[in-house]
């Protein structure tokens, strides 16, 4: 235990972020034809089936402990460690996308800012839908805010996926059920459990690819979400290397830059060093440069004293900077 956070947490944020840069780097690669979509769409849809479900499983986790604190002080907490970073980074990448319209496929229009309090840009929605989960649950508590999350998952499929209604009332549900697995006390994944999961999460995603289903965010596709997600819990119980867990405590520093850090490596990498378009390659450097590059702006901003400014710390000169306000809640 370190003080109200486990090392499995900080391992299934460490899993978790790599999943999340893997499969951002992925699109970007397929959406600039450097790597054969047909081939590489099926690891796409498997990815995109359990890894934000599992984020929102830990972001909830830590909620109903942190709520016994106050309503006020909790979101307050939540206004400075979710809201305001999700105003900065969207801000930010606003601003480099629009700076490099020329040079990206697709420009943004200045009409656009205002869209961030409605319409949240990729990858910041998660951002926008945790803080409107946490809001609600201070204000109806913990316990209504599961039914009420419980009772909206299936009307997430009368929406177009991937906008905010929808991801508002699908992701709900993970978020939900992390609460309820904070208050059953010490979480212990059984290893056949854990097996069983992987199974149950391979048989849907392979019957989903082979009917041509593309919605990964739909209801019927809960069962690989929860049976990966049930894995990746386990999976992360039994690894004890401090760097995954150091990882996974900077987990929101990469999760806030890895965006603007992969796509600029793909700019780099295809239309600067001309690097040929080998799959492996791509895909390799690409994601280890989205989980690498976020950490040393990390360090940089933290000997500048700049971590506050970006929403990566609160306190007297962001003594108590945030390493999970994302992925835990």
């Known amino acids: 235990m370190e003080g109200t956070r486990t090392v499995w947490r900080d391992n299934a944020k460490a899993i978790g972020i790599a999943l999340v ?39 909830g986790v830590s909620v109903p402990q942190s709520l ?8 307050r907490s939540k206004v400075l460690t979710v809201a ?36 949240p840009i990729s990858p910041y929605w998660f951002l926008y839908a945790l803080f409107v989960f946490l809001v609600i649950t201070a204000l109806v508590g913990w316990r209504t805010a599961v039914w009420i999350a419980v009772i909206a998952f299936p009307f ?16 709900a549900l993970f978020f939900a059920v992390g609460m309820i697995a904070s208050n059953r006390g ?10 069983a999961g992987l199974g149950v999460a391979a048989v849907t995603v392979g019957i989903a690819l082979d009917r041509g289903f593309t919605n990964y965010n739909s209801v019927l596709m809960a069962p690989a979400a929860f049976g990966a997600g049930l894995f990746v819990i386990w999976l992360s119980q039994q690894i004890a290397a401090g760097w995954l867990a150091g990882m996974g405590r900077l987990s929101f520093a990469i999760y806030v830059m890895h965006v603007l850090a992969t796509a600029g490596v793909i700019i780099v990498m295809n239309r600067f060093a001309h690097v040929p378009p080998i799959a ?43 390493a999970q306000a994302a992925p835990a809640g």
């Open 156 to 171: 997430g499929e009368l929406l177009d996926k991937d906008t905010i209604g929808h991801q508002l009332l699908h992701f």
């Open 280 to 322: 492996a390659v791509y895909v390799t450097i690409d994601t280890a440069a989205g989980i690498a590059l976020p950490i040393v702006a990390w360090q940089v901003m933290r000997r500048l004293g700049l971590l506050p400014w970006f929403g990566l710390a609160t306190g007297p000169r962001g003594q108590a900077w945030i």
């Open 84 to 119: 305001y970073p999700y105003f900065v980074w969207s801000f930010i990448q606003f601003a480099v996308m629009f700076a490099l319209a020329s040079v990206l496929s697709g420009a943004h229009a200045h009409d656009q800012l205002l869209d961030f309090f409605w319409r």
């Open 68 to 75: 016994g604190k106050g309503v006020p002080r909790f979101i």
């Open 21 to 59: 840069v893997f499969g951002h780097a992925l699109r970007g690669l397929m959406a600039a034809n450097l790597i054969d979509t047909r081939v590489w769409h099926p690891v796409d849809f498997a990815v995109y089936t359990f890894h934000m479900p599992v984020f929102m499983f830990l972001a």
């Open 186 to 195: 010490r979480l212990v994944i059984d290893r056949f459990a854990a097996l």
